[in-house]
């Protein structure tokens, strides 16, 4: 496991599908794969992530375990399971539907 430093994310992208329901390639190399991914679950936020912002983490309401949506090509890869971000590559959080549904 990694522990993030500074104001950095650490992520657990999800698993991609390398073929199509009909059995092309998507990708012949895991890494150009992967890079293709955009969303995951955080595993560790450093202590400094939202302290640009006015309100840090209260801002973002981010915890560990939350599934995310990321900045396409950002990061850097420590190995082939775990991705590390800034803190403004976090694009979205996802809602549950059954959440989304009560809020309106």
């Known amino acids: 496991m990694w522990k993030s430093v ?54 973002a309401g981010l915890k560990v375990g939350d599934r995310v949506a990321y900045a396409k090509y950002a990061g850097k890869w420590i190995n082939d399971e775990t991705l590390v971000l800034c803190d403004e590559d976090i694009v979205a959080k996802e809602i549950p539907d059954d959440l989304d549904a009560q809020e309106t």
């Open 6 to 59: 500074a104001h950095r994310i650490t992520v657990k992208p999800d698993p991609i599908e390398e073929r199509t329901k009909s059995g092309l390639i998507i990708a012949q190399d895991k890494r150009m794969a992967m890079n293709a991914q955009v969303t995951g679950v955080i595993t560790d936020i450093g202590e400094d992530a939202w302290a640009a912002f006015k309100t840090k983490r209260e801002f």
